[in-house]
């Protein structure tokens, strides 16, 4: 059973800079959630849940969604069951409940790929 906890969202106003945090951890010792990729999905109110970002389980390799380009990095922290999601210049369309997810097989951008989920962090714009 691998679990999934995400911090740092919050209320900031339009323009400001967030991070968001992940840490992923596994019950079983051969299969550590340093060896997982890793990514960000965010839902808006009224809306489907979208990719935002992906990295590899090395760091090595990442994937960010177009429309975010130039606004987002996502990178794994030195402990590597840790994942970062730094939000620049944000907007009130950045208003969303952000979720984590990783997987042992899957690196990519949909969100079947990936088998464990967090409950999400909200992250509030204001204009």
């Known amino acids: 059973q691998v679990h999934v906890l995400e911090s740092g969202g919050g209320l900031v106003q339009a323009g400001d800079s967030l991070r968001l945090s992940c840490a992923a951890s596994?019950?079983?010792?051969?299969?550590?959630?340093?060896?997982?990729?890793m990514a960000w999905f965010r839902q808006a109110p009224g809306k489907e849940r979208e990719f935002v970002a992906a990295?590899?389980?090395?760091?090595?390799?990442?994937i960010e969604a177009p429309s975010l380009q130039g606004r987002i990095l996502i990178a794994r922290g030195d402990a590597k069951n840790t994942v970062y999601l730094q939000m620049n210049r944000l907007k009130f369309e950045d208003t969303a409940v952000y979720y984590c997810?990783?997987?042992?097989?899957?690196?990519?951008?949909?969100?079947?790929?990936?088998?464990?989920w967090g409950q999400g962090t909200q992250v509030t714009v204001s204009p």
């Open positions: 990295v590899s389980w090395n760091g090595a390799a990442t």
């Open positions: 596994g019950a079983d010792s051969r299969d550590t959630a340093s060896n997982y990729a």
């Open positions: 997810a990783a997987d042992s097989a899957y690196y990519g951008t949909l969100e079947s790929g990936f088998d464990h």
